[in-house]
């Protein structure tokens, strides 16, 4: 692959703006899974080029007196990382991207509120979301959250889109068959969305799910959600039901110390 289009594809693999996440908890969730592909893309992609590059300079080593090619003299390597190339993109719209939550805020903020008595392991984080495994007597089971400021921000795609706000009301949310769904409005305006059923990432009904979708009257939205299997899009169950129940996952979505 000639080194141009190398680069062409880092700054692709690289490409972050997204708009916020205005569908339902399969779209929220799936952007924190592309984003962990494109980081591995990127970093992949980046080794590449560096090595292109000194090939390159490997290959084009002749003697200017006319003589026969000679070898390049071994690379000098610092004592720090290769410079990565530089990277060029489009400012995002203030208007389709709110800012995103440190990584390190979302982990601290789920450990700090996750109930006593459970097993934390395989924490991870990026910005605006966090997950971990959590394992007690029944088995392990994935944890995740994201946190949207600004979701009244969010602007729906093309004409005749449909409205983010839609995924507040059960009657319009797009979850799967067999989901039971609960509305609530809290006493500061908050709306709190609980589901549980079967989660719509396996295609089946073995892998159960539980989730809080919260709205906050400052415009900020929290997507918490639980499985009862560390892969949730498998077909392998590694608990009977997931960690926490839809109590603690409210207690948990409503805390005011999210980060935003």
Excluded at 36 to 53: D, E, N
Excluded at 228 to 252: F, G, S, Y
């Amino acid at each position: 692959m000639p080194l141009d289009e190398l680069r062409t594809t880092l700054n692709q693999a690289a490409e972050l703006d997204e708009p916020p996440v205005g569908g339902g908890p399969a779209a929220v969730f799936a952007r924190a899974d592309r984003t962990r592909s494109r980081q591995r893309i990127a970093t992949a992609v980046s080794g590449i080029v560096v090595l292109g590059v000194v090939i390159g300079v490997a290959a084009t080593a002749v003697d200017r007196s006319g003589g026969a090619p000679t070898a390049a003299p071994a690379p000098v390597v610092s004592a720090g990382p290769p410079s990565a190339p530089t990277l060029t993109s489009a400012a995002p719209s203030p208007r389709t991207r709110p800012s995103d939550v440190p990584a390190d805020a979302m982990l601290n903020t789920l450990l700090r509120l996750l109930p006593a008595g459970v097993t934390v392991s395989e924490p991870d984080s990026q910005p605006g979301f966090a997950e971990v495994i959590l394992s007690d007597r029944a088995g392990r089971g994935k944890v995740q959250v994201n946190v949207q400021p600004g979701f009244n921000r969010v602007i729906p795609s093309g004409h005749g889109g449909d409205d983010p706000m839609d995924t507040f009301t059960c009657a319009r949310r797009r979850d799967p068959a067999g989901t039971h769904c609960t509305r609530s409005v809290l006493p500061d305006g908050t709306i709190v969305v609980l589901t549980e059923g079967p989660s719509e990432d396996a295609g089946h009904d073995r892998i159960q799910r539980r989730m809080a979708d919260v709205y906050r009257p400052d415009g900020v939205r929290v997507v918490l959600g639980t499985w009862n299997a560390v892969h949730e899009k498998t077909n392998t169950a590694t608990r009977a039901e997931p960690p926490l129940t839809v109590q603690q996952l409210q207690a948990i979505a409503t805390d005011p110390t999210w980060p935003v």
